[in-house]
């Protein structure tokens, strides 16, 4: 149940509620830019999340109302099989859940009504009363199964999706695509698809100074985490030139570790983030999409080592690297040396991108509330 809490339920504001899925913290923080576009444009904004989520959402916006909606808590393997087949299992599991959050949302209604729903990728976010908007970047999903198990899941994929009101799609519609054939499937869903651009929290680079050698940063569901920085760690120590390792840990405190030029944080701010990002001579990150979006807003150089057993960043890897956007290597092959040298020998075809069509969704979405 709800815990509903300082509702402003006087206010002639229009009322949002917003909800990212909690697999890894990307859906969470690619968000960040759409509520601060919503309370620019003079909404009242509810976040439903779980505590992991909040610890994150809240730096950015203390003053928000937050209600606790239990996330899937998936669990992945140590191996790419391993992870898929983890992932089959889970399915159960899943459909559990989103039932779960349909039965979350027809209660939370009776005692908070709202304008709208914003819901990244939880498919049990929807009303037929208000609009309700899902937003994915993966309307083509690949499985790593085979062609025949990818349309079935789009298909299953898309019975879901055509519940919501609109879909809203975080990539451009031209040829100039960052998710490849994973946003842009031959056959769209039967509701209003909208392509609102890339989503990122960070700006622009002014000044660049490359005062960071390597900046790392690690993301995404255990143990996977865990495996790739303990995999990483032992290489660091020993990398020339400043090194900077973000764990991907809000939960974990404000700790800092300084081993000889590696300097370890466990989380940061997105300014903070934003400015190692923009002065780092390459980034070395998950193919996450989230990731992606912001590595490709500010136009860095990357190694890409996408999550074994994920076919999404799998597939995503694949097209940025044939794209020239971004060097990648499987985790299985990954050695810090040889990929450093690899990707110095390789040609990137880099520009930054803007990233600003999603505040003319959000402006449609507004008028059509009021």
Known sequence: M??????????????????????????????????????????TVIIACNSTQKMLLIREFPQLTYVHLAGYNLKYGKKRWGTMVRIILQIPKILIKINNEKNWLNIFLKSQPVDCIISDNRFGLYTRKIPSIFITHQLNIKTGLGKLTDKLVQWLNYRRINRFSTCWVPDGKGSKTLAGQLSHPLALPAIPVQYIGGLSRLNPCSAITNSVKLLVILSGPEPQRTIFENLLRRQLEQQPGKTILVRGLPGEGDEVQVKNDLIIYNHLPAGLL????????????RSGYTTVMDLLKLGKKSILVPTPGQAEQEYVATHLLKEQLAYTVPQSQFNLQKALEAAGKFRYKLNAWPMEDYKKAIKGLLEQIK
């Open 2 to 43: 709800a815990e509903i809490n300082n509702f402003n339920t006087q206010s002639k504001k229009p009322i949002v509620l917003l909800s990212p899925l909690d697999w890894g913290l990307g859906h969470t923080t690619r968000c960040i830019p759409i509520i601060h576009e919503l309370q620019y444009q003079g909404c």
């Open 274 to 285: 934003n400015n190692l990002m923009c002065n780092a001579e390459l980034v070395i990150s």
